[in-house]
């Protein structure tokens, strides 16, 4: 494994390497213990694992996965992370994309504020990290990391993608507004709305006319915590823009319907937004 993390990112240390070993293990404690439902894909023909990402004021240990003995630039898709973190799940993402012949990083957003993997509750994870970490801090991390998969990762800018899953589906969607120079980008079950704070001051639906990068959002119609009113009223504000999106609701899916660690997992929507989300990419020229 050394020789692979050499060849992702040849500045990568064993700092790095142990700032990333424990989330390695498994699944986030407050996440719970995965269920027998969860895929695991393994790492054969691919290069895998941690890499330190140069950023503004420090390195961001990563996760990185892409296709082995590959030659020219790959296309790349950035992966934010769920509320818990760089865990296993989101790691496996990382791998299902390289089997599909993409360089596909996920960055640990919230290396400054705290790790995730030592929390055992999601309101604790929510008060101590999750809301300490500032959307402008995002932005400039995910500008880092594309700048580190064109420059050190093998990736093609010129097809950069983004998705990302629950706190990491609101970010797709800030990060579609933040940077036009994406080719796609695909929002799993992201929060559209909510009250502005210092570190959150806008949401989805206050960006929906700034967004001219292809959107696909992929939403539960039974999920508790985002209304379908707020769905709607994206969808209105995207249609206005004139903007090249499409958002898709499974009904009776909720929330975390892609997850498949966890109870929520639902097998057809799931591996139906999958499908939409490869066609996506390709689609729009991120492939």
């Known amino acids: 494994m050394l020789a692979d993390l050499k060849s992702l990112n040849p500045d990568f240390s064993r700092r790095g390497f142990l700032g990333t070993a424990l989330a390695a293990t498994g699944y986030a404690l407050a996440a719970g213990p995965a ?8 790492a054969e023909g691919l290069e895998a694992g941690a890499v330190l990402v140069p950023a503004r004021d420090r390195d961001l240990p990563a996760y990185a996965a892409r296709p082995a003995n ?26 299902r994309l390289a089997k599909q012949g993409y360089l596909a990083v996920a960055p640990e957003l919230y290396v400054r504020q705290g790790d995730p993997s030592m929390v055992t509750d999601v309101p ?4 101590t990290i999750v809301a300490r970490v500032p959307d402008e801090q995002v932005m400039a991390d995910l500008d880092s990391t594309a700048a580190w998969a064109a420059k050190s990762g093998g990736g093609d800018p010129g097809r950069l993608a983004i998705t990302g899953f629950c706190w990491g589906g609101r970010v797709t969607w800030l990060y579609a ?36 990068v292809p959107v696909l959002g992929l939403y539960g119609g039974a999920d508790q915590g985002i209304p379908l009113e707020s769905v709607e009223k994206m969808r209105a504000a995207l249609k206005a823009a004139g903007a090249k999106s499409e958002i898709v609701v499974y009904d009776g899916a909720p929330h975390a319907f892609h997850a498949d660690y966890r109870p929520s997992y639902r097998e057809e929507p799931a591996r139906d937004g999958w499908s939409r989300m490869l066609a996506w990419l390709k689609a729009n020229g991120a492939a």
């Open 35 to 42: 269920t027998a439902a969860a895929i695991a894909t393994d």
């Open 70 to 95: 590959t030659t020219g630039p790959l296309p790349t898709v950035l992966v934010v992370q769920e509320i818990f973190g760089v865990h296993e799940y989101i790691r496996d993402i990382c791998r």
């Open 124 to 127: 604790t994870l929510l008060k």
């Open 177 to 212: 507004a933040h940077n036009p120079r994406l080719r796609a980008a695909v929002a799993w079950y992201g929060r559209l709305a909510g009250e502005a704070s210092a570190n959150a001051p806008a949401h989805p639906l206050d960006r929906a006319a700034s967004i001219t």
